[in-house]
């Protein structure tokens, strides 16, 4: 089963958790499109010698399988810029254009719910696979990940999630406060 998770990509403690919990998937046989994960360059030698030049990476980085995560992780951090590493600038068409084909190609979405509130471009995710959904009743639906306590402590006033987004899940899919819950409920999907 092919998933889409959806989720904030502004802090590294989050981007990472996505890509963590995104190994699991693919521990159990679920394939997830993890949007930052789409970006990550192709590192020439040439370029990774000039990042151990300048202090970004050392040599045993710079000859590792962990390269692209980690020059991802320094453009995200503007330690180096997509420009110096000879990488056209993302645009907004080409996200949307990427995005959306995961979220296309997706049987299911687990969108990461954590925070103050919803980010807006998770419940734009969540928004149009639920459109998609609507069009192809072979899609399975919508997993709803909180963790923050926040939010699950104050759960029945809608605590960091818009009413509106919590009802399209409730709509399509579930809410869970745990990513166990959260896996199991894909693999119940992904069950024939």
Known sequence: MKIY????LFTPYVRTYISQQAEVLRQHGIDPF???ESFRPVV??????MLVKRGLIDAAQAA????????????????VSRAEL??????PEEIFRRD??????????LALLDGSQTDDGTACEIGIFYGLMRQDPGKKGVVGLMTDFRGINRADHGFGTNLFVWGVIEECGVLVGSFEEALAQLKAWDTP
């Open 5 to 8: 998770f959806a989720g904030p």
């Open 34 to 36: 993890v949007p930052h």
């Open 44 to 49: 020439s030698a040439e370029t990774a010698q």
């Open 64 to 79: 590792g399988p962990d390269l692209p995560r980690l020059v991802d992780e320094l453009t995200w951090d503007s330690k």
């Open 86 to 91: 000879g990488l056209s600038q993302l645009t």
């Open 100 to 109: 959306y084909e995961g979220l296309s190609s997706a049987d299911a979405v």
